[in-house]
């Protein structure tokens, strides 16, 4: 596609064109507004120019382009496959994710916050694919999600109970090279949908100071709405999940701004997945139930002003149905193109990358999707259609053929 002529530059292993390459598309959503017949130019890894064609672009004239998606809520590595010993699993993972990751590109999504993950395997992972050895979307990771002391359960890495020991564990997290700090501030999980407070208001306050000290963002788990409400008024940057939240909490997420990552779907996959998963018939029910109550409360943050962003809460093998989450968000009342907002400049926004993530514009990240059919019409266009996707300049997903 790229002329021969471009000059190569060598970084380390890798060797990218820093030619100029320019692709037609029958439209271009840029994350804001829609381009008819427009053309996308881009120079090594970043957006040059958007706007009218001229010369001999790249010809997917038969497909609207989208900014790359971006997944706020995943889990890449976790992997269904109880082969695996628990002696050097963290580097069995890490091989057996690439899997994840590759299904994750094909849905569109150029980049996830990865919200937990043991062994520091989400580290290596962001790492490989950051140095080109390993495909997948750009990872922010967020290395061991906080939890309280809970039986069952022996010490672990990202056990903390009180003030001082969440301080620590969060600093452990970023000196390890965490990009953000995931709290469990309630339980729920899997087949489990209590959601009983876990970490007090104080501990969660900790928490969100000592990551913010450091110039890094929290993302809190809850599933119930006491840690919703304590998680908001904490600071949390984003609150994932926050079921049956009252008013009070819905309109002070509104006035501080506080992202929700609702991740209504993944239940969905769970009801799906029952069989496999060895849920009882019980479970399906409390799940049917919670998925309900999840999209109502969705639906009144939605209402009143809320902020979203979307995450998936991908595990096992939902990979590739990452996006299925904004079908949630269109029965919760948004139009198609505000629930690609979520997936684009909100969730850029989210991750304070506004400004080279999650929009089509001069000098963004040259991530690009190419769908076909009209997106701002039907969601499913995004769910179900993409044909190609761009990663850094790098097309990583061809199906135009
Ligand atoms: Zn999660």
Redesign the pocket.
């Known amino acids: 596609m790229t002329p021969m002529v471009c000059p190569l530059v060598a970084v380390l292993l890798l060797s990218f064109p820093v030619c100029a390459a320019t692709y037609r598309f029958a439209a271009v959503w840029d994350g804001a507004k829609l381009w008819k017949d427009a053309c996308v130019t881009t120079q090594g890894n970043r957006i040059q120019n958007v706007g009218a064609c001229s010369g001999t672009p790249v010809d997917l004239s038969r497909y609207t382009a989208i900014p790359g998606l971006i997944d706020v809520?995943t889990?890449m590595t976790y992997v269904l496959d109880n082969r695996v010993s628990q002696a050097g699993r963290g580097a069995a993972v890490v091989y057996l994710a690439q899997d994840n990751a590759r299904k994750t590109l094909e849905t569109g999504v150029t980049t996830v916050r990865d919200?937990?993950a043991s062994e520091y395997a989400d580290i290596a992972m962001r790492d490989l694919i950051n140095g080109g050895q390993m495909a997948g979307p750009r990872m922010f990771v967020a290395g061991y999600g906080l939890q309280i002391t809970r039986g069952g359960r022996g010490p672990s890495p990202n056990t903390a109970d009180g003030v001082p020991e969440v301080m620590r564990v969060v600093r452990q997290q970023v000196g390890a090279g965490s990009d953000w700090i995931k709290m469990y501030g309630s339980t729920g999980s899997g087949r489990d949908v209590t959601g009983y407070q876990t970490f007090t208001f104080e501990e969660m306050k900790a928490a969100v100071d000592a990551a913010h000290a450091l110039g890094k963002r929290i993302a809190i788990?809850t599933y119930g709405p006491d840690g919703a409400r304590d998680a908001v008024r904490a600071g949390a940057d984003s609150v994932?999940h926050a079921t049956d939240m009252d008013d009070a909490t819905i309109a002070e997420m509104a006035r501080r701004k506080t992202f929700y990552v609702p991740t209504i779907d993944h239940n969905r996959y769970y009801v799906d997945n029952a069989r496999r998963l060895n849920y009882p018939p019980k479970a399906v029910d409390d799940l049917n139930d919670y998925i309900q109550r999840n999209l109502a409360t969705a639906r009144k943050a939605f209402a009143a002003g809320v902020r979203f962003a979307m995450g998936s809460?991908a595990v096992y093998t939902m990979f590739g149905e990452n996006t299925r989450e904004l079908g949630w968000f269109v029965k919760a009342g948004m139009t198609p193109e505000e629930a690609l907002r979520t997936a684009t400049t909100n969730a850029a926004e989210l991750m304070g990358m506004e400004n080279s993530l999650g929009a089509i514009r001069a000098g963004s990240l040259a991530d690009l999707v190419a769908v076909e059919g009209d997106p701002l019409a039907d969601i499913d266009v995004v769910i179900h259609k993409v044909r190609w996707v761009m990663k850094g300049g790098e097309v990583v997903v061809d199906k135009t053929k």
Do not use: K
């Open positions: 809520h889990h919200l937990g788990h994932e809460d």
